[in-house]
């Protein structure tokens, strides 16, 4: 099993930055990529960004240039580093984990862009 814990998540203005930030703990020996996820109101989930366990990266349309996932291997912690934010990236941000058995997911953590 994978557990993921979030954070960073909170309130920003239009133009403003946040990071997240996702633990993973567990059998991360298990784990093949991560990534985070996001789901606004009355739409589906989406990816946001994925980074693979070789490191390498992808992204959505929307957020390219403007997010960022990285990950620190010693901490086991895997980062989205989010600037020029706009209000329709408001959603519930998710973390993800993508392992040779099963899919795992964090609890989410709120985004919110004021305009």
């Known amino acids: 099993q994978v557990q993921l814990v979030e954070s960073g998540g909170g309130l920003v203005q239009a133009g403003g930055s946040l990071r997240l930030s996702c633990a993973a703990s567990g059998s991360i020996f298990s784990i093949n990529a991560m990534g985070w996820y996001r789901q606004a109101p009355g739409k589906q989930r989406e990816l946001v960004a994925a980074i693979t366990s070789g490191g390498s990266t992808n992204y959505a349309d929307s957020v390219k240039g403007r997010f960022t996932i990285s990950r620190d291997t010693a901490k086991n912690t895997v980062y989205l580093q989010m600037n020029s934010l706009e209000p329709e990236d408001t959603a519930v941000y998710y973390c993800?984990?993508?392992?040779?058995?099963?899919?795992?997911w964090g609890q989410g953590t709120q985004v919110t862009v004021s305009s």
């Open positions: 993800h984990a993508d392992t040779i058995l099963y899919p795992y």
